[in-house]
């Protein structure tokens, strides 16, 4: 377990943080904004949590983002270990990881069926905070792809990431077939 004695350290107050080890960094680094991108996706997933609990259907998707959140802390600390360090995070995400989630993807998009065009974000808050999670999923996931051209990061986070905002996509067309909700299409050959 980690010890966090104290919510300020004021070490950060003049533009550096320290990545996992003791190593100076500056906070406005690829690095700090890959972690940081990681951080803001994750508290998106405890939004989508609680509109979650307020629907009895949902358990189980609760507890599988209360797993992507472990996921997502454990793939920050990842990030926030320097290169050079000899320390590796005691638990990373793996290739059964990414299986559970094409696992899901498949099994939502067998009750869901096939899409005929670009789907709208939108529905309920619950289904709609989902897609914004799956938005903020894909630029945490550009910004990890930038750190990689400058500092490998292993192939599963990269592909966690990428398969992340897959299954985020399919869990809103899951909760909205759950809950009854149209979804609405991209018509691109509508009036306008």
């Not at 003791?22 to 700090?32: C, D, N, P, Y």
């Not at 358990?59 to 472990?70: E, F, G, S």
């Not at 270990?81 to 793996?94: K, R």
């Not at 910004?143 to 869990?171: K, Q």
Request: proline share 3%.
């Amino acid at each position: 377990m980690v010890k966090l004695s104290k919510l300020y350290t004021r070490q950060g107050d003049k533009g550096t943080t320290y990545l996992l080890g003791g190593v100076a960094i500056e906070k406005e680094s690829l690095r700090v904004e890959a972690y940081g991108s990681l951080d803001e996706l994750n508290s998106w997933c405890g939004m989508v949590r609680a509109f979650l609990d307020e629907h009895e259907n949902f358990h189980d998707l609760q507890n599988r983002l209360k797993q992507i959140q472990h996921d997502l802390f454990d793939i920050g600390s990842e990030l926030a270990t320097p290169p050079s360090s000899d320390w590796t995070p005691p638990t990373q995400v793996q290739s059964s990881d990414i299986a559970k989630l094409e696992n899901d993807i498949d099994t939502w998009s067998e009750l869901t069926g096939e899409l005929r065009s670009f789907l709208l974000p939108g529905g309920s808050q619950m289904t709609s905070s989902v897609h914004i999670t799956r938005t903020v999923c894909r630029r945490a996931e550009r910004v990890v792809c930038a750190l990689h051209r400058e500092f490998p990061v292993r192939s599963e986070v990269l592909i966690y990431i990428n398969r992340l905002s897959d299954w985020l996509f399919a869990a809103a067309r899951f909760i909205a077939h759950t809950c009854n909700e149209a979804e609405n299409l991209w018509e691109i050959n509508r009036t306008k």
